[in-house]
């Protein structure tokens, strides 16, 4: 029964599409690893460690918008899943976890790796079962049911994550076995894979869902736009490509100026006049008091990066403040939003209108250009620095690979700096991921290798050196993906964004306690996992490095390629000064 379950559990999952299988070995979740690696469809990975398998999976589903599913024994594994599951239930992330468990007379007994596993995860999941020890006593129809019922839910467009606490009793059986299919599903197993031919279908297929506004909810934001003089596109969080381009045709369409976040896919792009790269950037300039009164604010997509722009926006509120999602979340911190519409982005895109060209808007551009060049100009004269990194990095990448970011400094010096690279469109643009759910600085490294995996394509990492302490250990994973990882590890010595707080003046004590310092490099890390390993000291040799590493993560044929870290060393102290230079630069250009 624990195999004729198990293989229900993981064919069922794979004719929904829900195809590969994240495993962190143990015992008593033997009868789910056998069944995976007995699937001919099913692709696998082996994760030791159970916070990195979370994270991993959370990569792979922000590049596809799929499902990972998470397998694991009893105890303390699954808890070990705490923390992706977090980011996941905040940042609305499809999510499956099969945790293992024991059968209900041993809990609470005192029994080896034995916890309490139901509810584990409190009330971050969006739907969680207990599912019973397999038994002819149970109809295996109510298996294939509640699998449908798991995979609705994850990836319903406020989705997030299920988990199915799976419990077994032993013995665990014979892998030799044949698993014998009961009568009351042989309409259901007659369905078999084939070569060409679609999938079988579930036993329960789910119709998918379009949420879309009112007519007169659309009739109203209509009437809004026509009459506003000033109004802004802010675009956060798109997590799509099909959201992508519908916003891009919006952009055009409606002709307002473009306000793109780093994780809106937009940022980096130069396709259209109306983008303005370095709008939080604007805000310390002369210019600023162009966006003082601001008629109408339209955000597509979730969560700003920019602190600045939050911050501005409380300050100078809009008239209208409408923000436009596709889940049920409130998603206004600031609490300035005056109509919210849960919408299909793709879908609300295509009802707004036509409007004409703005000098307002062309006038935005123009200083953001400006701010552009002095920003080159200026980290040009300055020695290899974190804004120069993120500036290169995002100037080299070729566009068919992605780039992940992680928390603290790396994605702020991206989102304030980064330029696209010349001719950057949405055919030449990299795909861009972050777990900005909970802006935490755990499992970096694991969700861009689960971000190769899922966009099928090599991934540049940008990552601080506290966070890839903190996950050290996946750099095994890169030695096991499909897919090469090229880690760009910027190594202040400690926790650089702390430099920027009030604290930082606090002399006696800011060091110990914020700064952190460790005082190590990650060359032998690099030479432990067999990682090939740079370590530049200019921008030129940064330039030199991130090509041959990019050179050899692309090599052919695929057995060939290679990850790598790129370590850059750096100044805490030295990186807020030259913050503070380029931003005071940036205003002398406007006086």
């Known amino acids: 029964m624990n195999q004729l379950w198990s293989y229900l559990i993981i064919e069922e999952l794979v004719r929904n599409g829900v195809d590969y299988f994240v495993i962190s070995p143990g015992s008593r979740s033997t009868p789910l690893t056998v069944a995976v690696a007995q699937?001919?469809?099913?692709?696998?990975?082996?994760?030791?460690?159970?916070?990195?398998?979370?994270?991993?999976a959370i990569g792979y589903a922000r590049a596809t918008g799929n499902p990972a599913v998470l397998i694991c024994t009893s105890g303390t594994a699954a808890a070990n899943y705490l923390p992706a599951v977090i980011e996941a239930s905040i940042d609305n992330i499809p999510l499956i976890i099969l945790a293992s468990d024991r059968p209900p007379e041993l809990r609470q007994t005192g029994a080896n790796q034995t916890i309490n596993q139901v509810n584990l995860y409190g009330n971050y999941p969006i739907w969680q079962f207990d599912l019973p020890c397999p038994t002819s006593e149970i109809s295996p129809n109510v298996v294939l049911t509640?699998?449908?019922?798991?995979?609705?839910?994850?990836?319903?467009?406020?989705?997030?994550?299920?988990?199915?606490?799976?419990?077994?009793?032993?013995?665990?059986?014979s892998t030799d076995t044949p698993v014998e299919i009961p009568a009351s599903l042989s309409k259901w197993s007659e369905k078999r894979f084939s070569v060409g031919e679609a999938p079988p279908m579930p036993y329960t297929r789910y119709a998918a869902k379009l949420t879309i506004p009112t007519p007169d909810e659309i009739e109203l934001l209509i009437e809004i736009i026509q009459s506003t003089t000033k109004g802004i596109l802010v675009v956060g969080q798109l997590k799509s490509i099909a959201d992508i381009q519908a916003v891009v045709e919006l952009a055009l369409r409606l002709n307002w100026a473009v306000f793109a976040d780093i994780q809106s896919g937009l940022r980096l792009r130069r396709d259209f006049p109306n983008l303005v790269h370095y709008f939080d950037r604007?805000?310390?300039?002369?210019?600023?008091?162009?966006?003082?009164?601001?008629?109408?604010?339209?955000?597509?997509?979730?969560?700003?990066?920019?602190?600045?722009?939050?911050?501005?926006i409380e300050k100078y509120p809009p008239q209208n403040y409408i923000v436009v999602v596709n889940d049920g979340?409130?998603?206004?911190?600031?609490?300035?939003?005056?109509?919210?519409?849960?919408?299909?982005?793709?879908?609300?895109?295509?009802?707004?209108?036509?409007?004409?060209?703005?000098?307002?808007?062309?006038?935005?551009?123009?200083?953001?250009?400006?701010?552009?060049?002095?920003?080159?100009?200026?980290?040009?004269?300055?020695?290899?620095?974190?804004?120069?990194?993120?500036?290169?990095?995002?100037e080299l990448i070729p566009s068919q690979h992605g780039?992940?970011?992680?928390?603290?400094?790396?994605?702020?010096?991206?989102?304030?700096f980064g330029v696209g690279a010349m001719g950057a469109s949405e055919a030449l643009s990299p795909r861009i991921g972050s777990n900005r759910g909970t802006s935490g600085i755990e499992g970096a490294i694991a969700s861009a290798t689960g971000f190769a995996v899922g966009l099928q394509a090599p991934v540049t990492a940008i990552v601080g050196d506290l966070s890839s302490l903190h996950d050290l250990n996946s750099l095994a994973l890169l030695q096991r993906s499909i897919q090469p990882v090229i880690v760009v590890i910027i190594n202040n010595d400690g926790g650089g964004?702390?430099?920027?707080?009030?604290?930082?003046?606090?002399?006696?004590?800011?060091?110990?306690?914020?700064?952190?310092p460790h005082g190590v490099d990650f060359s032998h890390a690099a030479a432990m996992f067999k990682l090939d390993y740079y370590h530049p000291q200019t921008a030129d040799e940064l330039i030199r490095d991130y090509h041959q590493a990019l050179v050899v993560g692309g090599a052919s044929p695929a057995e060939n390629l290679r990850s790598a870290i790129i370590e850059v060393t750096t100044d805490r102290s030295e990186n807020f000064q030259l913050h503070q230079a380029l931003n005071l630069n940036i205003q002398q250009q406007f006086k």
């Open 39 to 56: 699937h001919p469809q099913a692709k696998k990975i082996i994760c030791l460690d159970e916070r990195a398998a979370g994270f991993h």
């Open 146 to 173: 509640t699998i449908d019922l798991t995979v609705s839910k994850s990836r319903q467009a406020s989705g997030g994550v299920v988990h199915l606490n799976c419990m077994f009793r032993e013995p665990f059986g």
């Open 329 to 394: 979340d409130r998603h206004d911190p600031s609490h300035l939003v005056s109509l919210r519409i849960e919408s299909d982005i793709a879908y609300f895109c295509q009802q707004l209108p036509c409007l004409p060209t703005s000098e307002w808007v062309q006038k935005l551009r123009s200083a953001s250009d400006r701010i552009s060049v002095t920003a080159a100009k200026f980290l040009k004269t300055a020695k290899l620095t974190e804004p120069l990194i993120a500036r290169t990095i995002s």
């Open 497 to 516: 964004i702390f430099s920027f707080l009030p604290i930082a003046k606090s002399t006696a004590i800011f060091d110990t306690y914020f700064g952190t």
């Open 403 to 416: 780039l992940w970011v992680s928390n603290s400094m790396p994605i702020r010096d991206l989102d304030m």
């Open 282 to 312: 604007l805000l310390l300039t002369d210019i600023a008091v162009e966006l003082e009164q601001i008629d109408t604010i339209v955000q597509l997509g979730t969560r700003i990066v920019s602190s600045q722009w939050l911050k501005w």
